[in-house]
């Protein structure tokens, strides 16, 4: 089996453990009698932004090809495809990831138009790994020009892209608990929960995709150690798609709209939101 496959695979595979977790989630949130209209109605919200990321796939999909095809040309030289060229291939996506992670929360447009979308839930669960907006693809792309200039395969950095997404589905849960021997320096459901917490010392933590080596590195981990409550620090309290979708892009709008000058607008879109 050829490398870009067995990534494919394994992709496919991580992806895939909604299937077990989301059941088991929802037959503990009915024996918990949490399982209720209102929870249901919430985990739909959070499917919905998956609707649009499917149907603009073709075009993000064109977009990226684009980008990074015209990186690998300009690329000094070719590095070869093989098991030990992937591991570096997903050990430079996972660091080239926590700086695009970092910056969709550091960065005001990106965060408002693409990434609040994922944290406006105020529920963890399977569901939330779907609240994705399809902005992302096509302001993440950018980050990973780095390794393709460095001379790995776009379809390589593409498959280690794949699987270090697919690898964050399971993450979405408060089913599992900790996991003292991998919480250190792994991204685990406990690190995860961190992430999405709004508590002080839970905002912009945990960066990390697969490894919490980068976190450890520059100075942004932090352990789960105390309850968690999720959501935005200004509560969307709203469930309609488009809201889920827009409603950061249109507090941006306003803001821009009353900032007395240009200057100001600049500052407001580069800086933290």
């Known amino acids: 089996m050829d490398t870009l496959r067995l990534l494919d695979l394994v992709a496919i595979a991580a992806s895939a453990l909604i299937v077990v977790l989301l059941p088991v989630e929802c037959w503990r949130y009915r024996r918990q009698s949490r399982l209720d ?16 990321t499917v149907l603009m796939a073709p075009l993000v999909t064109a977009f990226i090809a684009a980008l990074w095809g015209g990186a690998a040309r300009l690329a000094p030289w070719s590095i070869p495809t093989t098991g030990w060229t992937a591991l570096l291939a997903l050990l430079a996506v996972d660091f080239l990831y926590y700086w695009d992670h970092r910056a969709a929360h550091r960065v005001r447009l990106i965060w408002a138009v693409a990434h609040s979308v994922h944290h406006s839930s105020p ?52 089913t599992v608990g900790k996991l003292p021997w991998l919480d250190g320096w792994l991204n685990t459901p406990s690190n995860h929960r961190v992430h999405h917490g709004v508590q002080a010392p839970y905002i912009d933590r945990n960066y990390g995709a697969v490894l919490m080596l980068w976190d450890r590195l520059f100075g942004t981990y932090a352990a789960e150690d105390e309850p968690v409550r999720y959501g935005l620090t200004e509560p969307l309290a709203s469930r309609h798609p488009l809201r889920v979708h827009a409603a950061e892009a249109v507090k941006l709008w306003h803001d821009l709209h009353r900032a007395p000058c240009w200057r100001d607008r600049v500052q407001m879109l580069v800086s933290p939101p």
Do not use: C, K
Request: aromatic share 16%.
């Open 123 to 174: 529920l963890y669960n399977q569901a939330v790994g779907l609240r994705v907006s399809f902005v992302d693809g096509f302001t993440s792309p950018w980050f990973y020009l780095p390794a393709i200039l460095v001379g790995f395969d776009p379809l390589l950095v593409a498959g280690a892209f794949g699987v270090i997404l697919a690898y964050q589905q399971w993450l979405h849960t408060e």
């Open 37 to 52: 209209r209102e929870h249901v109605l919430e985990m739909l919200a959070s499917a919905s932004p998956f609707v649009p």
